[in-house]
C-alpha cells in the first residue's frame, strides 16, 4: 500500500496502514550512511576539537608563563579560554548532526539567564574576582586593608580573596566586598614613611629635645637618607610643645623602626631630664556663701 492510499483511511487505519508500508531498502541504507557518517563526524570533531583546545591553552599557559605574568592570571586565563574553545567544538558537533544551533544557544541563554537571576550574588563575586585577577590592585603575599579587614593576602580567588591577619587568623571576603570599598596596600611601594609625634614639657629645653631627636634617627642605618628625615615643631598644644618626626625606610622595615624610635625616644628623654607630659587640667573650687548673708543667727 503506498503512503497516498493510506492518506485517505480513517486516522485509526491510516495509522496501523503506514506502520506496514515497506520502505525501500536503498532508501533507508542511504539514510542510515547519512547518519552515520554525520556520528563519526562529530565525534570526530569532539576529539579533534578536545586535543587542540587542551594544546592551545598549554601554549597560552606557557606564553604567559615565560613573560614571569602571576600564576593566578595564567591558571584563570588559561581554563577559561579552554572553556570557552570546548563550548564552541561542542556546538560544532551538536550543528554536524543536523540540530538548528541557533534555537539551541538560544535555550541556553534563556537557561543561563535564569541561573544569572538566582545567583546574582555569586556572579557579582565572579565579576569583581576577574577585575581583581586582570588589574591587580594587590597581590599574593601583599599587606593590605580591605573589605573591612586588614591581613597578608594568601590567595585571590575567582569567588572570594583570602586574607591571613597578624595573628594568624584567615578571613575569607567575597570579592564584590573587596573591589566595592577602598582597597589600602601597604606593601605596593618599596619605601614607607613612619609617622611620629613626640611632646615635651614647656619648660623643657627645645633646642636639647630636637638634638637628641635628630641623633636619635640619624644613628638608625635603617632609616634613609634620601628623602632626608624632617624632625620640626609641630604644635603648641595645651599641655605640651610637640615635635614630629618623619622618617622614610623600606616597606619592610615599617615596623620596627617605628617600635625602635618610641623606645629609644623614651629612654634617651629619660636619661637627659626631659619630660614628657600627660594632659592635665585645672580644677578650681570655690566656697558658696550660705543663703542669708552675714546675719547672726536669732
Known sequence: MSANLARGLPGPLRAIAIMNIEIDPGQ?????????????????ILIIGRWTAAWIRKVFQRTL????????????????????????VVL???????????SLVAVVGAAGLAVGLALQGSLSNFAS??????FR?????DYV?????AGTV??????????????????????????GGNIVNYSAKETRRVDLVFGIGYDDDLRRAKSLLQEIVGADERIL?????????????????????????????????HFHLLETVKLRFDEEGISIPYPKRDVHLYQEKPAGGDGAAS
Not at 608563563?65 to 564552541?88: C, P, Y
Request: aromatic share 6%.
Open 28 to 44: 533507508s541504507q542511504a539514510v542510515a550512511l547519512d547518519w552515520g557518517g554525520r556520528i563519526i563526524a562529530a565525534i570526530l
Open 65 to 88: 608563563e615565560a613573560r614571569k605574568v602571576d600564576q593566578t592570571i595564567v591558571s584563570f586565563l588559561g581554563n577559561m579560554g579552554h572553556m570557552l574553545l570546548m563550548t564552541l
Open 92 to 102: 560544532m558537533a551538536i550543528g554536524k548532526l543536523g540540530v538548528n544551533t541557533t
Open 129 to 134: 574576582g576577574v577585575l581583581l585577577i586582570i
Open 137 to 141: 590592585p594587590f597581590k599574593a603575599g
Open 145 to 149: 586593608e580591605a573589605g573591612g579587614s
Open 154 to 179: 594568601e590567595e585571590i580567588q575567582v569567588f572570594c580573596t583570602k586574607i591571613r591577619t597578624g595573628d594568624n587568623k584567615q578571613i575569607v571576603i567575597p570579592n564584590s566586598s573587596v573591589l
Open 225 to 257: 637618607k634620601e628623602p632626608e628625615p624632617l624632625v620640626a615643631v609641630t604644635e603648641l598644644a595645651d599641655s605640651s610643645v610637640n615635635f614630629v618626626v618623619r622618617a622614610w625606610v623600606k616597606t619592610g622595615d615599617y615596623w620596627p623602626v
